[in-house]
T-cell receptor, first 113, second 113 residues
Framework: DTEVTQTPKHLVMGMTNKKSLKCEQH?????MYWYKQKAKKPPELMFV???????INESVPSRFSPECPNSSLLNLHLHALQPEDSALYLC????????????FGQGTRLTVV | KQEVTQIPAALSVPEGENLVLNCSFT??????LQWFRQDPGKGLTSLLL?????REQTSGRLNASLDKSSGRSTLYIAASQPGDSATYLC????????????FGTGTKLQVIP
């Protein structure tokens, strides 16, 4: 199984809502990532988890709250988002050690209304 | 801070042409470099991974090269087809404990039948 599965595929939420994005992988990868991608732009790194601990936060606003409850699962909790947060959110994983490739999920298309 | 640039930003070619996409990065201390394609509104599909110790990698009509010392990689696509139309992204995976994956600016390719 070389898949990274993201749910939901699409999400529409109001600015006062609380929602969560989910990412799952069963490849035994110990590094997991959240990226944000706006239209016609490359993905921008948000967070990196290494061995279930947050190792990078790229100065992301606190309305985005990541969580890594176990080695297979990565969540992104959303609260009080703004319309400009609408984007494609991508999850990735890779083996922490060695020269290994990154595997990406198909993303969650988030629209904030 | 790692900066990754891709040239050209957009490319339109007739079907059957061979073409070269360029990727340059500022910090040569990388683990590896990965090429992706992205169809509009979709996630990322991994094409090729070149490890830092390698100079070249091939998959079908695709050939990628890496010159770490000069901070450059190229993706060569032979006999282009309309199905190759997509945005192509290179990503460098940095050395050190943080395992950052930094994306290039992307090249949007259109292959005209």
């Amino acid at each position: 199984d070389t898949e990274v599965t993201q749910t939901p595929k699409h999400l529409v939420m109001g600015m006062t809502n609380k929602k969560s994005l989910k990412c799952e992988q069963h490849m035994g990868h110990r590094a997991m990532y959240w990226y944000k991608q706006k239209a016609k732009k490359p993905p921008e790194l948000m967070f990196v988890y290494s061995y279930e601990k947050l190792s990078i936060n790229e100065s992301v606003p606190s309305r985005f709250s990541p969580e890594c409850p176990n080695s297979s699962l990565l969540n992104l909790h959303l609260h009080a988002l703004q319309p400009e947060d609408s984007a494609l959110y991508l999850c990735a994983s890779r083996n922490r050690a060695g020269n290994t490739e990154a595997f990406f999920g198909q993303g969650t298309r988030l629209t904030v209304v | 801070k790692q900066e990754v640039t891709q040239i050209p930003a957009a490319l339109s070619v007739p079907e059957g042409e061979n073409l070269v996409l360029n990727c340059s990065f500022t910090d040569s201390a990388i683990y590896n470099l990965q090429w992706f394609r992205q169809d509009p509104g979709k996630g990322l599909t991994s094409l090729l991974l070149i490890q830092s110790s390698q100079r070249e990698q091939t998959s079908g009509r695709l050939n990628a090269s890496l010159d770490k010392s000069s901070g450059r990689s190229t993706l060569y696509i032979a006999a282009s087809q309309p199905g190759d139309s997509a945005t192509y992204l290179c990503a460098v995976i940095g050395s050190g404990g943080y395992q950052k994956v930094t994306f290039g600016t992307g090249t949007k390719l259109q292959v005209i039948p």
